[in-house]
């Protein structure tokens, strides 16, 4: 099946910092989406984005489909931000279920 | 606008004791309904969808059923849960639709965290 891989796989960052977290698939695809999982567990919709970039304040996403990348971008990161970003795929070859990659954790220090 | 319910929110049960996660979508018709589990610290493992009342596809054999007796309803069972069935259930859902992208975003209940003991 295809492969979704996310790095870093973990990152601390001081409040106000950027970064940019970084998911690669193994073939095409026409779905994709970013997640955030807050600390109680509850998965939140970043960005629904099979191509293109979005943003939404201080995040913002860019889809590369035809390199099979996505960047998700976060800009003077607070506390709040801490969790795992989780991105997953559907759609190309392998069927329109979403695959999801294994996460980037991160934790913003105050 | 469209909600998803799970409950319970948390569980602890024994194990050889059976299982009901239920799972309800408002403000939508005829979703696409999804089961995953995640266990701690990991990524999340689909178990089950559904396309439509009564149609069960499994992603992974296991000890545990899922069935759909409603169309906004997915329940997830077990008849004797293991300890290796503890973890974070979630249930997500997506909306069908025409043109070039068949299936919506995907959005996902709050969890049920199960400790089998």
């Known amino acids: 099946g295809i492969q979704v891989e996310q790095s870093p796989p973990d990152l601390i960052l001081q409040e106000g910092a950027n970064s940019t977290l970084r998911c690669n698939f193994s073939?095409?695809?026409?779905?994709l989406q970013w997640f955030h999982q807050n600390p109680w567990g509850q998965l939140i919709n970043l960005f629904y984005i099979p191509s293109g970039t979005k943003q939404n304040g201080r995040l913002s996403a860019t889809t590369v489909a035809t390199e099979r990348y996505s960047l998700l971008y976060i800009s003077s990161s607070q506390t709040t931000d801490s969790g795992v970003y989780f991105c997953?795929?559907?759609?190309?070859?392998?069927?329109?279920?979403?695959?999801f990659g294994p996460g980037t954790r991160l934790s913003v220090l105050p | 606008s469209q909600t998803i319910h799970q409950w319970p929110a948390t569980l602890v049960q024994p194990v050889g004791s059976p299982l009901s996660l239920e799972c309800t979508v408002e403000g939508t018709s005829n979703p696409n309904l999804y089961w995953y589990r995640q266990a701690a610290g990991r990524g999340l493992q689909l178990l089950f969808y559904?396309?439509?009342?009564?149609?069960i596809s499994s992603e992974v054999p296991q000890n545990l059923s899922a069935s759909r007796p409603q169309d906004r309803q997915f329940i997830l069972s077990s008849k004797k849960l293991l300890l290796s069935d503890s973890g974070f259930y979630l249930c997500a859902w997506r909306e069908t639709r025409s043109g070039p992208y068949p299936l919506s975003e995907q959005y996902f209940g709050p969890g049920t965290r199960l400790t089998v003991t």
């Open positions: 559904s396309v439509g009342i009564g149609q």
């Open positions: 997953a795929v559907a759609g190309g070859n392998y069927g329109q279920n979403f695959v």
């Open positions: 073939d095409s695809v026409n779905n």
